[in-house]
Nanobody, 115 residues
Framework: QVQLVESGGGLVQAGGSLRLSCAASGTMFSDGHMAWHRQAPGNQRELVAS???????YYADSVKGRFTISRDMDKNTVYLQMNNLKPEDTATYYC?????????WGRGIQVTVSS
């Protein structure tokens, strides 16, 4: 059974930092994408950052220069380092992974940024 388990969320003041982790189990995603999405109340889920197995990364314009996605292939884990957090970053953050023939979502973790 494929599972993605997020950790590292919480409450932080504006300008602070958090590091999210997402550990995958049940299969390896080294040849696929791992990504972070987020969803704030009343909003659609949006892609925040993604990283492919070969290296290219993507960032939403709203987080460029503040967030960094990275992967540890051996640990089958993806991270999201979030710096200079803003109140508008408040959302539930979801880990997503896919490779040919398979995709999976984590259950989500809350990030709250106070002003």
């Amino acid at each position: 059974q494929v599972q993605l388990v997020e950790s590292g969320g919480g409450l932080v003041q504006a300008g602070g930092s958090l590091r999210l982790s997402c550990a995958a189990s049940g299969t390896m995603f080294s040849d696929g994408h791992m990504a972070w999405h987020r969803q704030a109340p009343g909003n659609q889920r949006e892609l925040v950052a993604s990283a492919s197995g070969s290296g290219p990364t993507y960032y939403a314009d709203s987080v460029k220069g503040r967030f960094t996605i990275s992967r540890d292939m051996d640990k089958n884990t993806v991270y999201l380092q979030m710096n200079n957090l803003k109140p508008e970053d408040t959302a539930t953050y979801y880990c997503y992974a896919n490779r040919p023939g398979l995709s999976a979502w984590g259950r989500g973790i809350q990030v709250t940024v106070s002003s």
